[in-house]
């Protein structure tokens, strides 16, 4: 039993039907097309942004790179089955075939999450319930449909199985939550940067949680993810917040230096300007 629930940690698994990117896809213009509506033209150029970056990390570095001494030989980080063939090294034709579930668990992931996450980090400043609350409410409510009409309307059930072998990312992943919220305690729990406000520090921690917890709630109730309440636990402690900490002075005291005019209002709203 213990080295079963081990294995489901060290082991990030999906399977799901291949029209699930498609549903994933509509939601996904869906969500851009609300954005644009509501002008919210920096949390779209920040998923834009960190979608390229989880992509590559993802779909070509982590696709390419062995997944250590625990596996055998020819073992990478990450490994396909779409419809029972194995994705080869070099893809030649199954290229697209598997770029479709790259884009969904990489791009599209990102459009959401970090769009939302962005949205979040706003309204820490403006307040605005009604927004936070829409995006909030649209996030949760997308990502619950999508596994929902994939398993109801069989479009193409071709199943996809991916699995991310994480024995080598979990400590980098513990330490980066361990540093990151140290650095933050850093910068807004103490005055050394003149902007001590200790409840940041928590309102960072919950929107990780929160926003983890809607990628990873769906995939465990439509059993996407065959693991349990223990995994899903494990991922909203630290899918988001091994970042979330770095991101928000990013936008907070980073890129307001470098990229950005400050619009004098009751409160403070960063446009990224290019």
């Known amino acids: 039993m213990l080295n079963n629930l081990l294995e489901s940690f060290n082991q990030a ?6 029209d699930y990117i498609f549903f994933d896809s509509f939601f996904l213009a869906i969500w851009i097309a609300i954005m644009i509506k ?4 920096n949390p779209l150029k920040f998923g834009i942004f960190t979608g390229f970056v989880v992509y590559f990390i993802d779909s070509i570095v982590w696709f390419n790179l062995p997944a250590g001494n625990s596996y055998p030989i020819g073992t990478y980080i990450r490994e396909y089955w779409i419809g029972g063939v194995y994705m080869p090294r070099p893809l030649g034709d199954y290229f697209w075939i598997k770029f479709g579930a790259d884009f969904m ?9 970090f769009g ?8 820490f400043f403006k307040k605005n319930l009604k927004e936070a609350l829409l995006f909030t409410l649209l996030y949760f ?3 619950m449909l999508i596994p929902l009409f994939s398993l ?7 199943l996809v199985d991916t699995v991310r072998y994480m024995d080598t990312q979990m400590i980098a992943w513990s330490i980066n939550l361990i540093v990151g919220y140290l650095f933050l305690s850093l910068v807004y729990g103490t005055n050394k940067f003149e902007s001590k406000k200790p409840k940041t520090i928590l309102y960072v921690f919950v929107v990780g949680c929160v926003g983890a917890f809607f990628m990873e709630f769906p995939l465990l109730v439509f059993r996407i993810r065959p693991t349990g309440v223990l995994f899903l636990l494990y991922d909203v ?3 988001l917040n091994q970042g ?20 004098k209002k009751p409160y403070k709203e960063i446009e990224i300007t290019v």
């Open 105 to 113: 668990m990489t791009f599209s992931y990102a459009m959401f999450a």
């Open 38 to 41: 509501y002008k919210k033209w």
């Open 13 to 18: 698994r999906r399977i799901f039907e291949y």
């Open 152 to 158: 109801i309307i069989p479009l193409n059930d071709t």
């Open 116 to 123: 939302w996450l962005w949205i979040m980090f706003e309204n």
């Open 141 to 143: 409510t997308f990502w």
């Open 244 to 263: 979330a900490p770095y991101l928000y002075v990013l936008y907070d005291k980073i890129l307001p230096r470098l990229f950005v005019k400050i619009r």
């Open 237 to 239: 402690l630290l899918m």
